[in-house]
C-alpha cells in the first residue's frame, strides 16, 4: 500500500470476511497461531478498524435477524399484528420443541417493538427465583408501591392482581415476553388449584399490551384462553439457507440442501453445523465433508452436531472446550459466573465454545442453550463433575455475606445453579455433597430473607427440603434449611406455624448438636424471638437471657450471634416499661457493634435507633431530636423513601410535637405519609401509622411512637 492510497475503514465484523477475501498462502485451519499472525499483519496493512455504530451497526443487525428468522416470517408478521392490536384475543404461546427458536422469535418481535415506543420486558421463568425477580423489576418499573413488590417477594395470592391493575393503568403500551415457561404451572397463583386455567395467574389477556410466552409444553389444554403458536421445524429450502447465510464458503446449494436434509428443521442444530463450518476452525470445510463427518455418530443431531465441534476444538489444541462444556452443564444454562468454571486454559476453552457458536460469552459469565446443557448433562457417566461443580458454588457463595444488600444479587443468580445442583446430586445419592448443597441453600435462603423475598427463600427451602430428604430429618444441613424456612414463615405473618417449626429444631439440635451448639444457641435465640413477636414479652426476656448466658461462654462477647441477644434482650426489657433499666444495654451494645462491625453497619444503626427511641420514651424530647438528626446524617447512603429513613423521620416528628412545635412536625408527618403511601401502600400499617398520627395531631393530640423490634 502507498502513502497515497487511503485505509479501508472498517468493522471488526467485516475484517476476517475482508481478509478471507484477499487471497495469499492458504494457512493449515489447525495452525490456528499463524493464522492469527497473518490476520494481525494484514489488518495493520490495510485496515482502519472503526466502531459498529449508526449504520453499520444496523445493516449488521438486519443481516443477522434475516439469517436467524429463515422460515419464521409469516409467523413473526402474526405476532406483530398481534402485538399492535392486542385486544384481538388472549396471550400468544409459542410452543415447540427444544432449539425450535422460540426465543429467537420472541426477541424479533421485542425488537420491532422498540420502534413503536412500547415499553418492554423480558422474564425468564426457567427457575422460580428469576422470575419473581423478573417480576418485581416489572412492577416496580410500573411505579409499584413496597407493599406491591413485597407481594411477589412474599408469594401472596394477589400478588397477580397487583402486577394487572399496574398493567392495565400503564400510561404507555407494553410488551411482556415470559421464556423459557416449560412448566407452565409457574405461571399460576399462589395455591391455585386450576393452575393457569383460571386466568387469575401471571398471564392475562389485555387491551393494554400483549404477554408473549415461550414454552416446550404442547399440550393446548395447559394453554386454555390462550393463542398458540407452533414453532416446528425448518422446511429443507430454509435449513439449507441457514446454512449458507452461516458458512456462505462452505458449498453450494446443492450441497447445503443434502446436508439440511441430513441434519433436520431443527434451527439450534442448523446453526451448531453452520456456525462451526463459518468458523475458520473446521476440520470438515465443506457441506459435503460435514454430511460425511456426521456418519455413523449416535445420539441427537444437536449433540452430533456438539460433538463434532468439540472435537474441532481439540484438534485445534483447546480440549479443555470439552471439559469446561461438560462442567457448564451442571448449572442452569443462564448466566454461569466464569469464576465457577476455573481450570487451566479457562480463556482460550471460552473463547473457542464461543466461537463455534456453543455457548454465549460475556465479560463475567457465560449463558448456553438449555437443549445444550441437556445434551451435555446426559454425557456425564459419573459424579465426579457434578462435584466440582458443587464445590465451585460453595466457593462462589463463601465470598458473599448475606447482610449486605450489594451481595443480594449475586445470591439470586447462584440460587439458579443451586436449585440445578439439588436435582442432580439428590439422583446420584452423594450424600456428602447433598449436605453442602443444603449448607448452601441456608445460606441463600438467609440472604433472601434478609432482603425481604420471603417467597422466594420458602420455595427454595421446600424444593431443599424436599431434594434432602435422604439425609434424614435430624441431619445439621436439614435442619440449617428447617431453621430459615420458619424465619420465612414468620415473616410472611404465620407465627404459630413458625413457633412449631423453631421448637422442633431446638429440640433436635439440643438433642444431637448440643445446648451449647452454636446452631443451637441461634434456635434458642429464636424461639425468644418467635415469642417476642407474639407479645410474650417476659417469656422472650428470659429466653434471651439464658441464652445470653451461655453465648457469652462458649460464643464469646464478639459474636455477632451475642451482640444481637443482647440487643433483643434490651427491647424486651423496654417493652415492659422498664426504660431506665434497657438504656444502658443499649449503650453498652452500641458501643461493641462500633467495635466488632462497624460505625454504619445496619446493625449498629439498628441500636442507635433504638436509643433514640429509649431518650424519647424518657421524655428527653430536645436529646432524643438530636440523636435522631444525627441518625439521619447516617443514613444518608440510604434512599430517601427507605423504610429505615421512614421510620426515623416519624418519630422525629413525634419528638418535635412533643416540644410544641407542631407545625413542624405536621410537614415532617406529611412528607412521611406521601412517601409511605408511594412506597408502602396506602393499606400497609406503617402507612396508616403516619395517617393516624397526623390525624390525632391535627386534632391537638400526639400519638406515642412505638419503636418495632
Same mark, same amino acid.
Given at each position: 500500500?502507498?502513502?497515497?492510497?487511503?485505509?479501508?475503514?472498517?468493522?471488526?465484523?467485516?475484517?476476517?470476511?475482508?481478509?478471507?477475501?484477499?487471497?495469499?498462502?492458504?494457512?493449515?485451519?489447525?495452525?490456528?497461531?499463524?493464522?492469527?499472525?497473518?490476520?494481525?499483519?494484514?489488518?495493520?496493512?490495510?485496515?482502519?478498524?472503526?466502531?459498529?455504530?449508526?449504520?453499520?451497526?444496523?445493516?449488521?443487525?438486519?443481516?443477522?435477524?434475516?439469517?436467524?428468522?429463515?422460515?419464521?416470517?409469516?409467523?413473526?408478521?402474526? *405476532?406483530?399484528?398481534?402485538?399492535?392490536?392486542?385486544?384481538?384475543?388472549?396471550?400468544?404461546?409459542?410452543?415447540?420443541?427444544? &432449539?425450535?427458536?422460540?426465543?429467537?422469535?420472541?426477541?424479533?418481535?421485542?425488537?420491532? !417493538?422498540? %420502534?413503536?415506543?412500547?415499553?418492554?420486558?423480558?422474564?425468564?421463568?426457567?427457575?422460580?427465583?428469576?422470575?419473581?425477580?423478573?417480576?418485581?423489576?416489572?412492577?416496580?418499573?410500573?411505579?409499584?408501591?413496597?407493599?406491591?413488590?413485597?407481594?411477589?417477594?412474599?408469594?401472596?395470592?394477589?400478588?397477580?392482581?397487583?402486577?394487572?391493575?399496574?398493567?392495565?393503568?400503564?400510561?404507555?403500551?407494553?410488551?411482556?415476553?415470559?421464556?423459557? !415457561?416449560?412448566?407452565?404451572?409457574?405461571?399460576?397463583?399462589?395455591?391455585?388449584?386450576?393452575?393457569?386455567?383460571?386466568?387469575?395467574?401471571?398471564?392475562?389477556?389485555?387491551?393494554?399490551?400483549?404477554?408473549?410466552?415461550?414454552?416446550?409444553?404442547?399440550?393446548?389444554?395447559?394453554?386454555?384462553?390462550?393463542?398458540?403458536?407452533?414453532?416446528?421445524?425448518?422446511?429443507?429450502?430454509?435449513?439449507?439457507?441457514?446454512?449458507?447465510?452461516?458458512?456462505?464458503?462452505?458449498?453450494?446449494?446443492?450441497?447445503?440442501?443434502? *446436508?439440511?436434509?441430513?441434519?433436520? &428443521?431443527?434451527?439450534?442444530?442448523?446453526?451448531?453445523?453452520?456456525?462451526?463450518?463459518?468458523?475458520?476452525?473446521?476440520?470438515?470445510?465443506?457441506? !459435503?465433508?460435514?454430511?460425511?463427518?456426521?456418519?455413523?455418530?449416535?445420539?441427537?443431531?444437536?449433540?452430533?452436531?456438539?460433538?463434532?465441534?468439540?472435537?474441532?476444538?481439540?484438534?485445534?489444541?483447546?480440549?479443555?472446550?470439552?471439559?469446561?462444556?461438560?462442567?457448564?452443564?451442571?448449572?442452569?444454562?443462564?448466566?454461569?459466573?466464569?469464576?465457577?468454571?476455573?481450570?487451566?486454559?479457562?480463556?482460550?476453552?471460552?473463547?473457542?465454545?464461543?466461537?463455534? &457458536?456453543?455457548?454465549?460469552?460475556?465479560?463475567?459469565?457465560?449463558? *448456553?442453550?438449555?437443549?445444550?446443557?441437556?445434551?451435555?448433562?446426559?454425557?456425564?457417566?459419573?459424579?465426579?463433575?457434578?462435584?466440582?461443580?458443587?464445590?465451585?458454588?460453595?466457593?462462589?457463595?463463601?465470598?458473599?455475606?448475606?447482610?449486605?444488600?450489594?451481595?443480594?444479587?449475586?445470591?439470586?443468580?447462584?440460587?439458579?445453579?443451586?436449585?440445578?445442583?439439588?436435582?442432580?446430586?439428590?439422583?446420584? &445419592?452423594?450424600?456428602?455433597?447433598?449436605?453442602?448443597? !443444603?449448607?448452601?441453600?441456608?445460606?441463600?435462603?438467609?440472604?433472601?430473607?434478609?432482603?425481604?423475598?420471603?417467597?422466594?427463600?420458602?420455595?427454595?427451602?421446600?424444593?431443599?427440603?424436599?431434594?434432602?430428604?435422604?439425609?434424614?430429618?435430624?441431619?445439621?444441613?436439614?435442619?440449617?434449611?428447617?431453621?430459615?424456612?420458619?424465619?420465612?414463615?414468620?415473616?410472611?405473618?404465620?407465627?404459630?406455624?413458625?413457633?412449631?417449626?423453631?421448637?422442633?429444631?431446638?429440640?433436635?439440635?439440643?438433642?444431637?448438636?448440643?445446648?451449647?451448639?452454636?446452631?443451637?444457641?441461634? %434456635?434458642?435465640?429464636?424461639?425468644?424471638?418467635?415469642?417476642?413477636?407474639?407479645?410474650?414479652?417476659?417469656?422472650?426476656?428470659?429466653?434471651?437471657?439464658?441464652?445470653?448466658?451461655?453465648?457469652?461462654?462458649?460464643?464469646?462477647?464478639?459474636?455477632?450471634?451475642? *451482640?444481637?441477644?443482647?440487643?433483643?434482650?434490651?427491647?424486651?426489657?423496654?417493652?415492659?416499661?422498664?426504660?431506665?433499666?434497657?438504656?444502658?444495654?443499649?449503650?453498652?451494645?452500641?458501643?461493641?457493634?462500633?467495635?466488632?462491625?462497624?460505625?454504619?453497619?445496619?446493625?449498629?444503626?439498628?441500636?442507635?435507633?433504638?436509643?433514640?427511641?429509649?431518650?424519647?420514651?424518657?421524655?428527653?424530647?430536645?436529646?432524643?431530636?438530636?440523636?435522631?438528626?444525627?441518625?439521619?446524617?447516617?443514613?444518608?447512603?440510604?434512599?430517601?423513601?427507605?423504610?429505615?429513613?421512614?421510620?426515623?423521620?416519624?418519630?422525629?416528628?413525634?419528638?418535635?410535637?412533643?416540644?410544641?412545635?407542631?407545625?413542624?412536625?405536621?410537614?415532617?408527618?406529611?412528607?412521611?405519609?406521601?412517601?409511605?403511601?408511594?412506597?408502602?401502600?396506602?393499606?400497609?400499617?406503617?402507612?396508616?401509622?403516619?395517617?393516624?398520627?397526623?390525624?390525632?395531631?391535627?386534632?391537638?393530640?400526639?400519638?406515642?411512637?412505638?419503636?418495632?423490634?
Amino acid at each position: 500500500m502507498t502513502d497515497n492510497e487511503e485505509r479501508m475503514p472498517l468493522t471488526f465484523a467485516e475484517v476476517y470476511r475482508r481478509a478471507r477475501a484477499a487471497g495469499g498462502e492458504a494457512i493449515p485451519p489447525y495452525d490456528l497461531r499463524r493464522g492469527l499472525d497473518e490476520l494481525r499483519a494484514w489488518i495493520d496493512r490495510e485496515v482502519d478498524v472503526v466502531e459498529e455504530t449508526g449504520e453499520h451497526r444496523a445493516s449488521a443487525g438486519v443481516r443477522r435477524s434475516q439469517m436467524e428468522l429463515r422460515g419464521r416470517h409469516d409467523l413473526l408478521k402474526e *405476532l406483530l399484528t398481534l402485538a399492535r392490536r392486542p385486544a384481538a384475543g388472549g396471550p400468544a404461546v409459542l410452543v415447540g420443541a427444544g &432449539g425450535s427458536g422460540k426465543s429467537t422469535l420472541a426477541a424479533a418481535l421485542t425488537e420491532r !417493538a422498540r %420502534s413503536w415506543d412500547r415499553q418492554l420486558w423480558w422474564v425468564s421463568a426457567a427457575d422460580p427465583a428469576g422470575f419473581f425477580e423478573g417480576l418485581t423489576r416489572v412492577m416496580s418499573d410500573l411505579g409499584g408501591s413496597t407493599t406491591d413488590l413485597e407481594s411477589i417477594a412474599n408469594g401472596a395470592s394477589d400478588g397477580p392482581d397487583r402486577l394487572w391493575r399496574l398493567l392495565e393503568r400503564s400510561p404507555r403500551r407494553w410488551l411482556l415476553v415470559i421464556d423459557n !415457561a416449560d412448566d407452565p404451572w409457574i405461571l399460576a397463583a399462589a395455591d391455585s388449584p386450576a393452575g393457569i386455567q383460571d386466568g387469575q395467574g401471571w398471564v392475562r389477556a389485555s387491551q393494554r399490551g400483549l404477554v408473549v410466552v415461550t414454552s416446550r409444553e404442547t399440550d393446548a389444554r395447559m394453554w386454555v384462553g390462550a393463542r398458540l403458536f407452533a414453532v416446528g421445524q425448518l422446511s429443507e429450502v430454509d435449513a439449507a439457507q441457514v446454512l449458507r447465510d452461516l458458512a456462505p464458503q462452505a458449498g453450494d446449494e446443492t450441497e447445503a440442501l443434502a *446436508l439440511a436434509r441430513r441434519i433436520g &428443521g431443527l434451527p439450534l442444530a442448523l446453526h451448531l453445523a453452520g456456525t462451526y463450518l463459518g468458523s475458520g476452525i473446521a476440520q470438515s470445510h465443506t457441506f !459435503a465433508a460435514y454430511e460425511r463427518a456426521l456418519g455413523s455418530r449416535e445420539g441427537t443431531m444437536v449433540d452430533r452436531t456438539a460433538e463434532i465441534s468439540l472435537d474441532g476444538l481439540a484438534q485445534q489444541g483447546i480440549p479443555q472446550a470439552r471439559t469446561l462444556l461438560r462442567l457448564a452443564s451442571c448449572y442452569a444454562p443462564e448466566s454461569i459466573p466464569t469464576r465457577m468454571l476455573s481450570m487451566s486454559g479457562l480463556q482460550e476453552a471460552l473463547d473457542g465454545l464461543t466461537g463455534v &457458536g456453543l455457548i454465549q460469552s460475556g465479560a463475567a459469565a457465560i449463558t *448456553l442453550h438449555p437443549v445444550v446443557t441437556a445434551t451435555h448433562r446426559a454425557r456425564l457417566a459419573g459424579p465426579e463433575v457434578w462435584q466440582t461443580a458443587v464445590a465451585h458454588l460453595v466457593d462462589a457463595l463463601r465470598e458473599l455475606s448475606h447482610s449486605q444488600p450489594e451481595c443480594w444479587p449475586e445470591y439470586r443468580r447462584l440460587s439458579q445453579h443451586l436449585l440445578a445442583l439439588l436435582d442432580a446430586v439428590a439422583e446420584h &445419592g452423594d450424600h456428602e455433597h447433598l449436605a453442602l448443597l !443444603a449448607d448452601a441453600t441456608a445460606d441463600v435462603a438467609r440472604a433472601f430473607n434478609h432482603s425481604g423475598a420471603f417467597g422466594a427463600a420458602g420455595m427454595l427451602c421446600r424444593i431443599a427440603l424436599d431434594r434432602c430428604a435422604a439425609l434424614g430429618e435430624e441431619h445439621p444441613a436439614v435442619l440449617g434449611v428447617r431453621h430459615q424456612f420458619a424465619w420465612t414463615v414468620a415473616n410472611r405473618g404465620d407465627l404459630s406455624q413458625a413457633e412449631s417449626i423453631y421448637q422442633e429444631v431446638l429440640s433436635i439440635r439440643g438433642r444431637v448438636l448440643g445446648d451449647y451448639h452454636p446452631d443451637t444457641l441461634r %434456635s434458642r435465640h429464636e424461639s425468644g424471638w418467635i415469642a417476642s413477636l407474639l407479645g410474650r414479652w417476659g417469656e422472650a426476656e428470659q429466653r434471651y437471657r439464658d441464652t445470653l448466658h451461655d453465648c457469652l461462654l462458649h460464643l464469646g462477647p464478639d459474636s455477632r450471634d451475642t *451482640l444481637t441477644t443482647r440487643h433483643e434482650l434490651a427491647y424486651a426489657i423496654a417493652r415492659q416499661g422498664r426504660l431506665d433499666e434497657a438504656q444502658p444495654i443499649f449503650e453498652d451494645v452500641l458501643r461493641d457493634r462500633r467495635r466488632v462491625l462497624s460505625d454504619l453497619a445496619p446493625q449498629t444503626l439498628q441500636t442507635q435507633h433504638a436509643l433514640a427511641w429509649i431518650t424519647a420514651s424518657q421524655g428527653r424530647w430536645a436529646a432524643a431530636e438530636a440523636l435522631y438528626r444525627q441518625l439521619l446524617d447516617l443514613r444518608q447512603v440510604l434512599e430517601a423513601d427507605h423504610p429505615h429513613v421512614l421510620l426515623t423521620l416519624h418519630e422525629l416528628a413525634w419528638t418535635i410535637a412533643r416540644q410544641g412545635r407542631r407545625s413542624e412536625a405536621e410537614t415532617i408527618y406529611r412528607q412521611v405519609l406521601e412517601r409511605r403511601d408511594r412506597t408502602l401502600g396506602t393499606d400497609h400499617p406503617e402507612t396508616e401509622t403516619t395517617r393516624w398520627a397526623l390525624n390525632e395531631l391535627l386534632h391537638g393530640r400526639i400519638v406515642d411512637a412505638v419503636h418495632p423490634a
